[in-house]
């Protein structure tokens, strides 16, 4: 497989369930983000990860527990989550420290159900 | 703070039309990145330019073509005879040029496209 891969494609949950959100690349990337896209809002920038650290927590409620246990994979943990976090979540992924290699791939997101 | 604006939220155009999609943004940064990302209905953002703030010259592939113009903080992109495989939302993206860490996009609302045969 190529590219970023993003599982499952769509889940529906209730809000006192416990799933994760997968994501992976195989392009040898040392950076990894989560984004989480709104109808009528911009894209928002939830998590960044760059080399396995996490950089960047953009006052995201705790309900969001983001993983990184490898630079090729990120997990988000969604627990106790409410209607208004339904939305489709982006992974993406990009090499840092590299100017000749400077782009970000996405995957094709999850699209999340809250009832 | 570093800000995208895409004024235009929808546009709808008959196929072969031409049409332009505005990108408006502010930035303090003296080296920054700005880029163009397509998605279609399957979800994902698919990579179209990334422009750097030293590079002002206008840029074509294709039937795609990019006005960047400091002067007025506008990166412009304009589809040539526009097919029905062009509808989708496109997003116009800002990032600074500091490559000592993870770099953050900061996106624009989106404008949706729709092509109509």
């Known amino acids: 497989e190529t590219g970023v891969t993003q599982t499952p494609r769509h889940l529906v949950m209730g809000m006192t369930n416990k799933k994760s959100l997968k994501c992976e690349q195989h392009?040898?990337?040392?950076?990894m983000y989560w984004y989480k896209q709104s109808a009528k809002k911009p894209l928002e920038l939830m998590f960044v990860?760059?080399?396995?650290?996490?950089?960047e927590n953009n006052s995201v409620p705790s309900r969001f527990s983001p993983e990184c246990p490898n630079s090729s994979h990120l997990f988000l943990h969604l627990h106790t989550l409410q209607p208004e976090d339904s939305a489709l979540y982006l992974c993406?992924?990009?090499?840092?420290?590299?100017?000749?290699?400077?782009?970000?791939?996405f995957g094709s997101g999850t699209r999340l159900t809250v009832v | 703070a570093q800000k995208v604006t895409q004024a235009q939220t929808e546009i709808s155009v008959v196929e072969k039309e031409d049409v332009t999609l505005d990108c408006v943004y502010e930035?303090?940064?003296?080296?920054?990145?700005l880029f163009w990302y397509k998605q279609p209905p399957s979800g994902e953002l698919v990579f179209l330019i990334r422009?750097?703030?030293?590079?002002?010259q206008n840029e074509i592939s294709g039937r795609y073509s990019w006005n960047f113009q400091k002067s007025t903080s506008s990166f412009n992109f304009t589809i040539t005879a526009s097919q029905v495989v062009d509808s989708a939302v496109y997003f116009c993206?800002?990032?600074?040029?500091?490559?000592?860490?993870?770099?953050?996009?900061?996106f624009g609302q989106g404008t949706r496209l729709t092509i109509n045969p």
């Open positions: 993406a992924s990009s090499q840092e420290w590299d100017t000749t290699n400077y782009g970000y791939t």
């Open positions: 392009l040898g990337h040392n950076a």
């Open positions: 990860y760059s080399l396995e650290e996490r950089v």
């Open positions: 930035t303090r940064d003296t080296t920054y990145y």
């Open positions: 422009r750097n703030s030293f590079d002002e």
């Open positions: 993206a800002l990032s600074g040029g500091d490559f000592q860490g993870a770099q953050k996009l900061v």
